[in-house]
Every structure is written in structure tokens, then in C-alpha cells.
């Protein structure tokens, strides 16, 4: 996210962010440049004549009208996240809540922020300004990508990156060129440790990544084919320098990661199962993971990404969640539903 610098009508800086919160119709605007807000929701308010349906666009043009007339409010300089959220009713609700000292700082420079860049008309090719925005599933994207999304690490051609779809730092520059032998790989992969150089860009926390079995990877076409060919599981690539795909093959990696780690339960389980033994484990049953998540005996689960209101549900008790995507057909973690859990102790989750 970068900060949103505006001049309004009433000559007063202001610096602001636009958010999306959990609904439908809702914006993400972001801006580093001087001009006034009028300007800036003419221009989106003009683009959104592309919507399709009536209602929509008088959705649009509401959150627009409301926007600018927050901006037009704001009294002196402020660093602040503006959200706009549908009320359901044909209209919304714009907030304005106070950035935090960490947030300012990453907005103001701290990481990159990855996307189309938007510039006022009279920008010449010395601006250094420019806003973003995003629209309904969009908005629910960058939010979540900006708030919460676990960051990859990747090696490319310049650097090591942590990076999510949206924001991504570089960490540690490669003055002579990218690693060229698996022997110089390992090096580099033995110390990128949390902090030292790996650095965090969450907008939520101050946690820096460290490497586990699939957050790692090359990325780009300069790794040497013999290099592609002898890396270990621990470390990936993808010939691609994309944001959106190279968090994509990241994304792709951890679900594989923890389908293993999900039928390493289920074949205990199926132990515990021919020695006689109450479930520590189980599988495949909705009903009982419910009963177990609404009793707190949870003490995992790995659910399958369509498992959409259990989902739900297991995020709002904060229950250790872990949730699989893509196709799971064939494999054993589908065979058992596509649900499996531990408990914290063994019972019989029938009597709930």
C-alpha cells in the first residue's frame, strides 16, 4: 500500500488509505501524489460507468460521493484507513480509523507495493506519485494479501525477496550476480534467518518469515538447468518473475505441503483405528468436526478450501487452521472428505 497524499478543495494535505472490509462493493485507493479529492473520485466515479448493472453502479457512485466528502472533512494532515462496506440497503458506510506508526511506515516506503499504478492526467514521466485501486472480490484480495497473507521468499536474478501478491521487499541485494551452483544455493538458503536478512512487510504484527519446508524458491529463468534439475523438495522454482504467479507456485507448494501433512494424520489415525484405540484423530465426518470445534477438543484441522462455513466458523473460535486448495481427487485427503482433525485428547465425539 503506499500513502495517500491529497489536496482538498479546502488547500489542506491529506494522507489516507482506502481499505476494503469483509463485504461486496467495497474500494481500496491509494495514493503518494497532490491533487484534489474531487479529482480523484471524478475520475473512478467516471470509470465505474463501465459496471454493468444499474444498481451497482449507483452503489459506485455512492461510495464515491461518500468518500469525497470524508476527504472533504478531514481537518489537517492524517495518516488514516478509509474503508467503505455496502449496508445491504442499496447504500454504505465509510470509516476512518488512525494508520499505526508501523503501517505509516511501510506505506511511506518500507516495501513495494506490486500492481497497476494509477497517475493524475497532467503527470509527466518525472511524477513519482500514483494511486491503486480494487473493487469487490478484489478489494477482499488485497485486503486480506495486505493484512494477513502468509509472505513466499524467493531468489531472483537482483536479490531475495519476501513477497505476497501485492507488497514485497527486497532483503539482500546480489552485488556479483545470482547464486550459479547448487553448492552457492545451499549457502544462501543456510542464512536467510528471521530479521537477518528475511524482513517483515505485514501491515498486522512485526514477524519476520523464516524458511520452512515450501516457502522457498528461485524465481526466474537465470538458474542453470543442472540447478533445476538437483534441487532438493525444500527448495523450489518457477521460471517466471510475475507477483501474481510467483505467489501463485507459492501458494501451489504450501497446499502440497500440507496435503502431506494432513494424510500423515489420517494414516495415524487408521493405526490408532486397527489398534482399538478412541480417536485422537478423525476424518471425513462434518458433523463431528463440528462438535469438536463447537467443544473446543480441536486442537488442528486441515480442511479443504470448499469446506467454505466450517471454514468460517474455525477462524472465528481461532481454532489452528489450515486450509487446502486446489484439487484434492485421488488423493487420500479427498477419499476422507477432504476434513481431518486432531483433538487435544482422545474421546468419543458421538456423545456430543
Known amino acids: 500500500m503506499a500513502c495517500l497524499q491529497l489536496t482538498s478543495h479546502n488547500a489542506l494535505t491529506v494522507r489516507f488509505v482506502i481499505l476494503p472490509i469483509a463485504s461486496v462493493y467495497i474500494f481500496y485507493l491509494s ?25 451497482r453502479r449507483e452503489l459506485y457512485w455512492d461510495a464515491y460521493g461518500k468518500m469525497s466528502s470524508k476527504c472533504a472533512a478531514i481537518d489537517g494532515a492524517a495518516h488514516v484507513l478509509m474503508t467503505y462496506k455496502a449496508d445491504g440497503e442499496g447504500g454504505g458506510i465509510v470509516e476512518i480509523v488512525d494508520l499505526t506508526k508501523r503501517q505509516r511506515g511501510l506505506v511511506g516506503g518500507g516495501c513495494e507495493i506490486m500492481g497497476r499504478k494509477i497517475k493524475p492526467p497532467e503527470a509527466d514521466a518525472t511524477y513519482k506519485s500514483w494511486c491503486m485501486a480494487w473493487s469487490e472480490n478484489s478489494a477482499m484480495e488485497a485486503w486480506d494479501d495486505l493484512m494477513s497473507d502468509e509472505p513466499c521468499v524467493y531468489a531472483a536474478a537482483d536479490g531475495v525477496f519476501c513477497a505476497t501478491r501485492h507488497k514485497r521487499v527486497m532483503c539482500n541485494g546480489f552485488s556479483s550476480g545470482p547464486p550459479k551452483t547448487m553448492k552457492d544455493i545451499e549457502a544462501l538458503v543456510a542464512d536467510l534467518k528471521p530479521d537477518n536478512p528475511l524482513r517483515s512487510i505485514s501491515f498486522a504484527g512485526n514477524n519476520a518469515p523464516s524458511l520452512n519446508p515450501y516457502n522457498f524458491f528461485l524465481a526466474g529463468s537465470w538458474v542453470p538447468a543442472a540447478v533445476v534439475a538437483a534441487l532438493p523438495a525444500h527448495i523450489g522454482h518457477v521460471a517466471s518473475t510475475s507477483s501474481l504467479e510467483l505467489y501463485s507456485y507459492f501458494q501451489t507448494r504450501k497446499s502440497m505441503q500440507l496435503l502431506r501433512e494432513a494424510e500423515q494424520l489420517i494414516a495415524q489415525m487408521l493405526v490408532d483405528v486397527n489398534k482399538g484405540l ?60 477432504g476434513i481431518v482433525f486432531e483433538l487435544f485428547y482422545r474421546a468419543d465425539l458421538s456423545v456430543f
Open 31 to 55: 495514493l503518494t501524489f497532490k491533487f484534489s479529492c474531487e479529482m480523484v473520485v471524478k475520475g473512478l466515479k467516471a470509470d465505474s460507468r463501465k459496471v454493468s448493472s444499474h444498481k
Open 278 to 337: 478412541m480417536p485422537l484423530i478423525s476424518a471425513s465426518s462434518m458433523k463431528e468436526a463440528a462438535a469438536a470445534r463447537k467443544n473446543s477438543l480441536m486442537k488442528k484441522v486441515y480442511a479443504h478450501e470448499s469446506k467454505t462455513k466450517f471454514i468460517e466458523s474455525a477462524r472465528v473460535d481461532e481454532v489452528d487452521l489450515q486450509v487446502i486448495s486446489g484439487n484434492i481427487e485421488g488423493t487420500k485427503f479427498g477419499e476422507y472428505g
